[in-house]
């Protein structure tokens, strides 16, 4: 089975290789002054919570009503079923 090793050998390490160097790169090179912007970073975090709570209120909202719906729509559904058993009951 010499042709898994080989693959790996000659594709799977040198990649393994050079993410790594890649990385080591990154870390090593100081960050730029438009990366540091922290505020920035927080302000847009702070927006995208206040999106995400407003879609959860909204939906939230929405099942709640359909709930109403449902049980309003089951209600109604039981008392047919009741009045279709009292009439058959009443034809034979």
């Excluded at 390490?13 to 990366?35: F, G, Y």
């Excluded at 995208?48 to 009503?65: D, F, G, H, K, W």
């Amino acid at each position: 089975m010499p042709f898994p090793w080989v693959t790996i050998v000659r594709w799977v390490l040198p990649e393994l290789i050079s993410t790594v160097r890649n990385i080591k790169k990154q870390q090593a090179a100081p960050s730029s002054p438009h990366e540091d912007d922290l505020t920035g970073r927080i302000e847009k975090l702070e927006k995208a919570l206040e999106l995400q709570s407003r879609i959860n209120e909204e939906l939230s909202t929405q099942v709640q009503q359909v709930q109403k719906r449902l049980q309003i729509a089951m209600a109604v559904g039981i008392f047919a079923t009741i009045i279709a058993v009292g009439t058959l009951a009443a034809v034979i």
